[in-house]
């Protein structure tokens, strides 16, 4: 076997996981992404902890203060301070985005594999639905669905997520289609593995990463929504503070208190283009034609 | 010798393409009524050109595709019958090689992880066992043990291709099936695969069940080959048989085409006209009668059996009369002149070569 050794003892490149990381580290606007992102992660995790007033304290002798050393963005009009109120707000729209995005996964996936997978008559049904859903507007079925449930936060992810669903439905099942019938699929039947191990070690690892892209550029689409979804009394309820209701209560008082609007709508702004930037970044990471 | 492992019997595999709500559908017959039956112990091999139903063939073999009609019969059982679970477990003992090893292994998982795949689900060794057995299966497909934490894109196609034997035997399968298991290889490769292949056979007392389209490794490897021809088998013979007294036009035509590295070394070339016809819409009769240089009304009317009684088996209604109707100098092309004056060069310059 010494024809072996010496065919076996060529440098292998790197993991491709390294790879991934290396080409994310090099695009600039993807790190930029990335660093808005965490940064705000990070404030709506230490809410708890930092320096600031509550949030829903109220101040009848300080309504609409514009931003000044003590109230760093100012007050609403019942003299709740704006910063406070930014931070905690920025909880429920991260997790507004994230488990909603999460919720979206956890049932398109499967029925995505598992429509791709099987084919026939399965496929038929899944995929037909997921078209008459597709029909809709996101947003439009959101607010449906929100309104339908009743409003609270929870409600809205829910609402946020079952319509996202039929995204990662398609998704998902276009990726099988194109890695079932690789060579490894047939193999793994071959040599004797049962439908269920060849979804979950064959399939799923092989079509994820264009889902993880699609997921964090849904995270910002369901940011979105989950303000709109606020702005309209469907999301998070008073006095607890949203991005979304806070810019639905500074339409009244855009000309005497402008930077009301300003902060959220500015906040909103940043989250979302840096998951966009961060989804565009890993999408080129990942994808292998690109080096 | 007379000890089948694998038999077969009047196997069929029809395609329906096309069929939507309007427009005709396509059947497309790409396995057409094939018996055969494989010893213990030998290799067997399939040959044919690229569309004539032979990977199909293969994939019923081990019934990754169900057949249209027919029985595949593997140690007394009928594998075509089988409940899902059965056929699942009997998978241990029958293994199949992919033609390309860029594609065969799943790119998610470390070697170790796809060596150990058919010993986690057909044996009970714990997970150190499984490590233990994985590095002996590496060792002995020529592969270093300490590649089992590497994922496969990290490995060339040789190395790849080794991978795959070493995953095809890690479960103790008593029947392999190469589907062109060196011809996406680089030739120097294809050898060492090839000679892998021979040493595990001995080793693990395997059968070998080779698809391909090479001739020259089949005449190395097998000990009998079925030649087959638009899905049906044409002429079945062991390998000394059929390279030295050919008896089907097709295989004539094909053992012509063997490329020989020495110019004129080989003979003139049978002319075989056109292109193999589809297999959704087949000639009559021979299927073969559409290009063969020796066809009569017979062939185009008449669909010619295998004769299956002796061990050389032919499907063909005049093989007995081809050397007497003058079978190689009528399936012959003339060279045109300028290549026969090349050729008067060549033989000069190496008889005087030959002489110094």
């Known amino acids: 076997m010494t024809a072996a050794v010496t065919l076996t003892a060529d440098a292998a490149p790197a993991p491709r996981r390294n790879r991934t990381w290396g080409k994310l580290k090099k695009n600039k606007s993807a790190m930029v992404g ?58 429920a729209s991260l997790m507004a985005g994230v488990i909603s995005v999460l919720i979206a996964m956890a049932v398109g996936v499967p029925l995505g594999v598992i429509a791709g997978y099987f084919g026939g008559w399965t496929d038929q049904i899944i995929a037909r639905a997921t078209d008459a859903l597709l029909a809709m507007p996101f947003l439009i079925l959101a607010i449906a669905l929100a309104a339908f449930l009743g409003p609270s936060l929870t409600n809205a992810m829910i609402a946020i997520g079952l319509s996202a669903v039929p995204i990662f439905i398609r998704l998902t099942r276009g990726q099988v289609l194109s890695v079932k019938t690789e060579d490894y699929v047939e193999g793994a039947r071959a040599i004797g593995l049962g439908h269920t191990r060849i979804m979950s070690h064959y399939i799923l690892p092989n079509v994820f990463p264009p889902i993880l892209v699609q997921a964090t550029l849904t995270i ?26 806070m810019l639905a209560t500074a339409r009244n008082f855009l000309s005497q208190a402008p930077w009301m609007a300003l902060w959220p709508g500015a906040a909103i702004f940043m989250v979302v283009m840096g998951f966009n930037l961060l989804g565009d970044g890993l999408r080129d990471a990942l994808d292998p034609k690109e080096n | 010798m007379t000890d089948p492992i694998l038999t077969t019997k009047d196997l069929h595999k029809r395609f329906i393409t096309g069929s939507g709500l309007v427009g005709a559908s396509t059947t497309i017959h ?3 009524g094939v018996s055969l039956s494989v010893n ?25 595709l169900d057949p249209t009609e027919g ?39 470390t070697v170790e992880a796809i060596v150990g795949e058919p010993l986690l689900i057909h044996t009970k060794l714990n997970r150190k066992e499984r490590r ?21 894109h990290e490995f060339s196609g040789g190395q790849r291709q080794r991978i795959c034997v070493a995953r095809a035997l890690a479960s103790g399968p008593k029947l392999l099936i190469g589907d062109e298991p060196v011809s996406a290889l680089d030739v120097s490769v294809q050898a060492q695969i090839v000679n892998l292949l021979e040493d595990l056979k001995d080793d693990f007392g395997l059968t070998l069940i080779i698809i391909a389209h090479d001739l020259s490794v089949i005449r190395h490897m097998a000990d009998r080959v079925a030649v087959m021809y638009l899905g049906e088998v044409v002429e079945l013979a062991t390998t000394e048989e059929l390279f030295q007294s050919p008896r089907h036009p097709y295989t004539r035509a094909l053992l012509t085409a063997i490329p020989v590295p020495m110019p ?28 063969c240089p020796h066809a009569t009304d017979i062939c185009k009317t008449t669909h010619p059996a295998l004769d299956t009684a002796g061990a050389h088996q032919t499907a063909c209604h005049h093989w007995q009369d081809l050397p007497a109707m003058g079978a190689d100098a009528v399936a012959t092309a003339p060279r045109s002149a300028a290549t026969e004056a090349r050729f008067a060069l060549y033989r000069e310059a190496a008889s005087k070569a030959a002489n110094q």
């Open chain 1, 34 to 91: 990335g660093f808005v992102v965490v940064a705000f992660i990070i404030i709506a995790l230490l809410a708890p902890i930092l320096p600031i007033p509550d949030p829903t304290l109220t101040d009848w002798g300080k309504i609409r203060l514009a931003p000044s050393a003590e109230h760093w963005m100012g007050t609403d009009e019942i003299g709740r301070d704006i910063l406070s109120r930014m931070v905690w707000g920025a909880r």
């Open chain 1, 220 to 245: 910002a689409t369901a940011i979105i929504a989950e303000a709109a979804l606020s702005f309209l009394g469907l999301g998070q309820q008073a006095p607890q503070p949203s991005w979304g209701s």
């Open chain 2, 30 to 32: 790409a396995v057409n």
């Open chain 2, 40 to 64: 213990k112990g030998e290799t067997f091999a399939i040959v044919g050109e690229s569309g004539c139903g032979k990977s199909t063939l293969a994939r019923l073999l081990l019934r990754l």
């Open chain 2, 71 to 109: 029985e595949v019969v593997y140690d007394g059982q009928d594998l075509t019958k089988l409940p899902a679970g059965e056929m699942r477990k009997l998978r241990s003992q029958m293994q199949f090689i992919f033609q390309d090893p860029f594609s065969s292994l799943n790119p998610r998982m």
């Open chain 2, 132 to 152: 233990e057995k994985v590095a002996d299966l590496l060792r002995k497909v020529g592969l270093r043990p300490d590649y089992a934490d590497r994922y496969p």
């Open chain 2, 264 to 291: 004129g070394g080989r003979g003139p070339m049978a002319a075989l006209g056109g292109d193999i016809p589809s297999p959704a819409n087949p000639p009559s009769g021979c299927k073969f009668h559409t290009r």
